[in-house]
C-alpha cells in the first residue's frame, strides 16, 4: 500500500479547497483503531477464500432453483464457521423463470450461426422456433419513435453505443434497450425481439439480465447477442438487403418456488443505537458462477464484519450482513427483508453489488446529527485512494426497500470500467476478481463499519422522497 | 510511420555488430521504388475489406462443407473483380467431420454446467451422452508417465500452463495434449478426454482443433474445456472428492466431399526465373468466423499482391496467389497443391497463418545464389520495425508439401502475443483484426513481394531435409 501514500497525501493538501460544499474545512482525525484495522484489511484472504468456495463449490445460483438452495446451505455453513451471531436463513416465494434451449441464426442473406441468450422473464418460440424479417434499430430511441408498422409481426433489433464509465451511469443510459425494449416490441406487435447486448466488451459472450412485461403486455421472446453478432447484423444491414433470422428460445416460467436471505451478525453492545446493515446478492444469473455478481459483495461484505467481530472489542451496533437472494431477477429479497425487518430500528444500510474492482468513491447520505461521520470517513478512506462523492447515498436494489423507510445510507462505489465487459455473461467467473483490488474493498468497509457502527452520534432516520 | 523511423536507426546501427554470421557488414540499400511501395502500402484499406468482406458476408467455414464453397465462390469473384488473372478454384475430395451437439456438466462433487467444445475428429458420445469419473493430470507429461490402470474406462482431463509467446513457441509444447493426448488416451483406455484449451486466454470459450487419432487406434470422445471451466475442475480436485463428468459430444464423419484451393496471379515478365508462391487458407473453424485464422491471411497476401498489380510495372517473376482450402482439418489444400503443382518452378514460398498482429521478425531459406535477398529485405523491412532472424524459412503448413520438394522459403511472423487468446475460439471474429497492425503486414508483404518478385537472381532450389 506504499504507492498510495503520495496520492493521499495529495487528496489531503487537495481537501481544503474541494471541501467547501462538502466537508469540513479541515480533515477530521483518524483514530488509529480504524487505521489499524483499515490498513490490514489491506492483507485480507478471506473475501477471496468466500469468492472462491461459492464459484467453485456451488456455481451458478439462479434465484428459486435448487442451485440457489444450495447456495443458501453453504452460506450457513460458512457464516457459521467463520464466528457469526444468529446464522439463519429466512425463506420467502417468489414467481421462477428458468432458461431452456436457445439458438439462432441469420437465415438470409448468408446463413450465419448467431450466439445469443434469453432475458429473463423472455417467452419462448417454441420447439420447432420461430423465424422472421429482422427490423434494425441503431438505437432505443430510433425504435421507440418508429411507427408499429414497420414492426408488426417482425423481429425488432436494437443497437447501442455503450462505453465503460467509472460510475456505471452508461448502463442506465444504455440499459433500456433490455429494460424497457421488450415490452415497448410487444406493444408494438412485434414477434420477438433481439438487441446488442448491454455491455462494454467485444467478446462472443451475450449478456443476460432480466425484462420486464408490465400486467396486460403478453411477453414475446426477447434475446441478447453477443457484441460481434450484433456489428455483424449491423454491417449486413448496411449492405441494405433484408435479413431473415430464426430463433429457438424455449424459457420458462415454473410458478412458485423458495427463496431466501441468509442473515448472519456481529451483535453490538447498544441495542437502541440501531443496526449497522451491510451486504450483496447470493444469488447469480445462471449462465457464469457469478463471481463478481455478486460473491464478492457477499465476500468483502463479511470479511470486514469478521475483521470488527475479530478486533477484540464489541462494537457499539449490531452490524447484520444479508445474502439477499434474487436480487437479479426483481429484487425479491431486498423486499422479503424490508417486509420481514423494516420495523426494527436500522442506523444505516449499505450494499455492495458492483463487482470487485477498487472501490473509488464514497458517498453518504446521513441526518444532521450524524454528518461528523462523513468527514470521519473521508479521512480514513482517502489512503485507500477514495474520494468523497457529492451525491446522496442509499442505491441498491437490496437495500431500497428499506433505505426507502428513512434508514441513512452510505455507499462505496466500486470502479466500472471493467465491469460490464463480464456483467452477466458465462464469463463472470473467478478469473474475473483481481485480489488485490478485493482486499481494497475489504479494507473499505472493514473501515466504514469500524467509524460507522461504533460512531458514538446518534444515527436516526433521514428525510426521503 | 514516421514512429518508426528511431527504431529504424537503431538497427542499422546495430546491424554491423550482429551482421557477423547473418548479413553483410554494411546494408544494403533500399530501392526507392520498393520503399515507396512499402509505405504506400501502410494506408492499405484492401486486406481489411477483405477480412470484413469474407466474414461478414460468408462467415465460418469449416472444411468440406457447404460454407466453404461459399467461401470459394466468394474468392473467385473477388480475386476476379480485383484484376488478378488465371483466377480459378482446384477442387479436390478430403473426408470431412462435423460438429455436434456439446454439452457438459461435473455431476459430483457439486453440480455445474461446463463449456467446451469437441476437437476435431472426436469420436461421439452416442445421443445419450457418457458419465463416467474424472482423472486429473495438470500436464501431458502427467498424463503420458500414467499407467493405463489409472485411466481405464475412465474420462481423462489435461491441464497445461501456456503462456503468450512472440514467436509462437508455447503452442509447440503444450499443443501436445491436443494433438496426442487423445490418441494416446484411447490407446490407454479412456472412455473420453477433455484437456484445458490450448490457449492464453482465461474466457468461457474454448478452443477447438484438429486431434489426430492414427490408424488403428479407435477415435474417443475427445473436447476441450474453457480455461476457467478448467481451472474450476482443477480446484474442485484439489479438494480430493471424485469428480464425475457428463459429456454429450456429437460430432460425427460424413465421408468425403469437395473442397478446393483458390488461385489468382500476377503475371510475370519472365516464366523461367520461377513462381513466387503466397497465401493463406480460406476454410476457418466453424466456432468463430475465421477473421485471425485465416481471413487475414488471404487478405494480406492477395492485397500485397495487388499492391505489386497495380505498381505500373510488371513483376518479373509470376506471383500466384493462393488461397488454400483445409487447412485446418489436415492441410489437405496444401497437399492436393503441391501434387498439382509441385512439377512447376517455383522461386519461393510463403505463408500467412498467424492472425494479423504486427510482423516482427523475417526469416529466409534461399540457395547462395540469391543471399544477397537477404541482405535486402533486411534494409527494407527495418523501417516497420521487423528484424531478421536467424532461423531457416518454409514454416506452414500449406506451403509444406511445396517447400519439402526444395523451394526456397521465406517466412514473415508476426506477433503471437495476442493470437492465441482466441485461436480457434468462437471469438476470432472481425473486432479480434487491429487495422493499423493489417496494414504493416499488407506493407512487409508488399515489400517482400517487390524484393523477391523482381530480384534479377537466381532463385533455385534449396537442399531440404
Chains 1, 2 share one sequence.
Do not use: C
Not at 139 to 156: C, D, H
Not at 336 to 342: E, I, L, N, S, T
Not at 364 to 393: C, D, F, M, N, Y
Not at 408 to 434: C, K, M, W
Amino acid at each position: 500500500m506504499k504507492h498510495l501514500y503520495p496520492l493521499t497525501i495529495a487528496l489531503l493538501l487537495a481537501a481544503p479547497a474541494a471541501a467547501q460544499h462538502t466537508a469540513p474545512p479541515t480533515p477530521a482525525a483518524v483514530d488509529p483503531r480504524v487505521a489499524a484495522l483499515r490498513d490490514a484489511a489491506l492483507k485480507d484472504d478471506l473475501a477471496y477464500d468466500i469468492v472462491e468456495g461459492l464459484t467453485t463449490e456451488v456455481g451458478a445460483r439462479l434465484a428459486g432453483t435448487d442451485a440457489e438452495a444450495r447456495a443458501r446451505t453453504w452460506a450457513v455453513a460458512k457464516l457459521t464457521a467463520l464466528g457469526f451471531s444468529n446464522v439463519r436463513s429466512e425463506p420467502y416465494r417468489m414467481p421462477v423463470w428458468v432458461r431452456g434451449a436457445e439458438e439462432a441464426e441469420i437465415v438470409a442473406p448468408v446463413p450465419q450461426k448467431l450466439t445469443l441468450t434469453a432475458l429473463g422473464n423472455s417467452a419462448s418460440t417454441g420447439a420447432g422456433g420461430l423465424t422472421g424479417e429482422l427490423v434494425v434499430f441503431s438505437s432505443y430511441v430510433e425504435f421507440a419513435n418508429a411507427p408499429s408498422t414497420a414492426v408488426k409481426g417482425k423481429i425488432v433489433y436494437i443497437g447501442n453505443t455503450m462505453q465503460p464509465t467509472q460510475d456505471g451511469s452508461s448502463y442506465g443510459a444504455n440499459g433500456t434497450a433490455r429494460f424497457t425494449g421488450p415490452a415497448l416490441a410487444a406493444q408494438k406487435g412485434a414477434a420477438a425481439i433481439v438487441i446488442r447486448s448491454i455491455g462494454t466488451d467485444a467478446h462472443r459472450l451475450p449478456h443476460t439480465g432480466v425484462t420486464d412485461f408490465p400486467a396486460g403486455v403478453k411477453p414475446i421472446p426477447a434475446a441478447a447477442l453477443s457484441t460481434p453478432d450484433a456489428t455483424l447484423i449491423e454491417r449486413l444491414a448496411r449492405r441494405g438487403q433484408p435479413i431473415r433470422l430464426k430463433l429457438l428460445l424455449t424459457p420458462k416460467m415454473i410458478g412458485e418456488r423458495e427463496s431466501g436471505n441468509v442473515i448472519a451478525e456481529v451483535p453490538g453492545t447498544d441495542p437502541g443505537a440501531g443496526i449497522v446493515l451491510v451486504g450483496g446478492h447470493l444469488d447469480s444469473w445462471d449462465l457464469g458462477t457469478g463471481a463478481i455478481d455478486d460473491a464478492s459483495g457477499v465476500a468483502i461484505t463479511a470479511a470486514a464484519a469478521k475483521r470488527i467481530m475479530d478486533s477484540g472489542q464489541r462494537p457499539r451496533r449490531t452490524i447484520r450482513v444479508v445474502w439477499f437472494g434474487a436480487e437479479e431477477v426483481g429484487g425479491f429479497g431486498g423486499k422479503a427483508y424490508a417486509q420481514r425487518h423494516g420495523s426494527e430500528r436500522h442506523a444505516t444500510a449499505s450494499e455492495s453489488d458492483f463487482g470487485a474492482d477498487r472501490v473509488w468513491r464514497f458517498e453518504t447520505q446521513l441526518p444532521e446529527s450524524a454528518k461528523s461521520v462523513t468527514a470521519r470517513l473521508a479521512s480514513a478512506l482517502a489512503p485507500l485512494g477514495i474520494v468523497h462523492g457529492s451525491g446522496l447515498a442509499g442505491d441498491g436494489t437490496d437495500i431500497e426497500p428499506t433505505v426507502a423507510t428513512g434508514v441513512a445510507g452510505i455507499d462505496l462505489n466500486q470502479s466500472g470500467l471493467r465491469y460490464f465487459d463480464t456483467h452477466h455473461t458465462p464469463d463472470d467467473v473467478l478469473e474475473r476478481v483481481d485480489p488485490e483490488q478485493l482486499r481494497q474493498n475489504v479494507a473499505a468497509w472493514t473501515t466504514m463499519l469500524a467509524i460507522v457502527a461504533n460512531a458514538p452520534e446518534e444515527i436516526g432516520a433521514v428525510p426521503r422522497q
